[in-house]
């Protein structure tokens, strides 16, 4: 949401080691925004709530989560109270579990309805308008739907300070990874001087590092050579790609 996108654009200055890019995007939106980043070379993402959970299930690179505090939610709760009609928390799992924790905690009898998804939010906002609810306290998602039938809304927001927390630890997380960075920055180098085409994959048979003009475009080719390779230790074989003539040599590390 905007306002997050303001506070993490304020405090940025204050972690220039960091090379931020900082884009407001709700669910669907904000997958798609993440799997292009990590296609583009991007290090690690940074989101919140649900939206977090749904990106780490899309992508392979680290994926750190802005908190939503207890002071948070008791402040979204203060402003509610102050207000004269019927309402309710509505949100996604995560933030609204926690919701619910809290409330149980404080003894306190406030509805707390928790979605799973966009069609199941609607529909539900339609329910507790019929119910007499005429104020939603939710995530970005459910306040801007909530919105849109005319019911009032308050958004739950992350302080300052849970910004600055997961800026720490990506910084930390920066530090305790960059030796290992390097060195694999350094076989990179490494191996695109080599002349030969070479290819590296991990045990899922993803693609890792590469060498050679034509390495990336040649591994679709090659298969049923990288299936066996994870089968016997050294493989060596000719074949033909096209018109050429290959060597090709497996070897596991």
């Not at 290819?199 to 048979?205: A, E, P, Y």
């Not at 990336?216 to 298969?223: N, P, T, V, W």
């Not at 000719?238 to 050429?244: A, K, N, V």
Request: glycine residues 6%; hydrophobic residues 40%.
């Amino acid at each position: 949401y905007t306002g997050l996108v303001e506070n993490i654009i304020s405090v940025s200055s204050d972690y220039p080691h960091l090379d931020l890019q900082v884009s407001a995007a709700t669910l669907d939106e904000a997958v798609r925004l993440a799997v292009d980043a990590e296609q583009e070379g991007f290090d690690l993402i940074v989101s919140r709530g649900d939206t977090m959970l749904m990106i780490r299930k899309a992508v392979s690179i680290p994926v750190f989560g802005i908190d939503v505090t207890g002071e948070d939610l008791l402040r979204v709760i203060s402003l509610a109270d102050s207000y004269s009609g019927k309402w309710t928390f509505l949100g996604f799992p995560l933030i609204m579990n926690q919701a619910k924790s809290l409330c149980s905690t404080l003894h306190r009898h406030t509805s707390v309805h928790i979605i799973a998804d966009v069609e199941e939010c609607e529909s539900k906002i339609l329910s507790l308008k019929k119910e007499g609810y005429s104020l939603v306290v939710g995530d970005a998602v459910t306040v801007a739907l909530a919105a849109k039938q005319g019911l009032n809304t308050i958004l739950i927001s992350s302080a300052e300070d849970s910004v600055r927390k997961v800026l720490d630890s990506i910084s930390y997380f920066c530090r305790y990874t960059e030796k290992y960075r390097n060195t694999m920055n350094l076989y990179q180098q490494i191996m695109s001087s080599s002349p030969r085409h070479t290819l590296i994959f991990d045990r899922s048979k993803n693609m890792v590092l590469y060498s050679g003009f034509r390495a990336a475009e040649l591994s679709g080719q090659l298969l049923t050579y990288i299936d066996r390779a994870f089968e016997m230790p050294v493989i060596q074989n000719t074949i033909m790609l096209g018109q050429e003539i290959w060597k090709i040599e497996s070897r596991q590390l």
